[in-house]
């Protein structure tokens, strides 16, 4: 099942970015919907708040996860909490993820304006396609969305639920990426090409990862009974 969900996120990722690629001006259509007025809709106090909440909660996920395995440790046993394996597995997803591809290798190098610093939306800088590494912008730019990256993070957890729950779970951390990454759009400070490929990238990692992390090859195989276990212990008359 995961390989499927790793291809697909995989083709869906190369079809965003050569649709993005061939029509650029697809993102300032995207980025105008936003726009009243001149201005971008989400810069309001609620924005502000709401981006602040965005941006916390896959912190603070983390955070109670740590704490319940912390607790757990200490002899807490009926702390729901991860095994160190899944804690080591959310660590890891969201250091080389959001941490070091997103913020420190990608936004920090493609130069690319966000909307509310284009020209072509009210601000003083030229428009750049995904692509172009070429733009005005000098750091922390606008390909790929952090916030949107952080935000799909969290599948990582939903992935760890009980299992009658995982879907719920898993529903919810697109929903909340979703949410986050139109948000991002709403105060100008990402284009739509910036929240899809950021949320494609994320929920590779965190699939590719999760199958890394929990493999069962390797270990051990069940011992198999003897074929004729059961006939014997018929005849001696021992409980099955």
């Known amino acids: 099942m995961y390989r499927k969900a790793i291809f697909a996120a995989l083709a869906l990722l190369i079809l965003t970015g050569a649709l993005f690629a061939l029509t650029p001006e697809l993102d300032l259509a995207a980025a105008r919907l936003f726009l009243k007025n001149g201005a971008f809709v989400g810069i309001t106090p609620l924005g502000e708040a709401l981006r602040t909440l965005g941006y916390q909660a896959p912190f603070w996920l983390l955070g109670m996860a740590f704490s319940g395995w912390a607790l757990r440790r200490l002899g807490f046993a009926k702390v729901p909490a991860p095994s160190s394996r899944s804690l080591i597995f959310l660590v890891l ?67 760890l639920a009980p299992p009658p729950a995982r879907p719920y779970a898993v529903i919810g951390a697109l929903a909340f990426g979703t949410s986050v990454a ?26 590719g990862f999760h199958g890394w992390c929990f493999s069962r090859r390797g270990q ?21």
């Open 93 to 159: 997803t969201l250091v080389v993820g959001p941490g070091l591809l997103v913020n420190l290798a990608l936004k920090n190098h493609s130069h690319r304006p966000r909307p509310v610093q284009t020209v072509e939306l009210g601000g003083k800088w030229e428009f750049r396609p995904w692509y172009r590494f070429d733009g005005q912008c000098e750091k922390n730019c606008s390909f790929v969305s952090g916030e949107a990256s952080s935000a799909f993070w969290t599948l990582g957890p939903a992935l």
């Open 182 to 207: 139109a948000l991002r759009m709403a105060v100008g400070g990402h284009y739509l090409s910036d929240c899809l490929i950021s949320a494609l990238l994320t929920i590779l990692l965190v699939l």
């Open 220 to 240: 051990p195989r069940a011992r198999e009974a003897p074929p004729d276990a059961d006939r014997d212990l018929r005849h001696t008359g021992a409980p099955l």
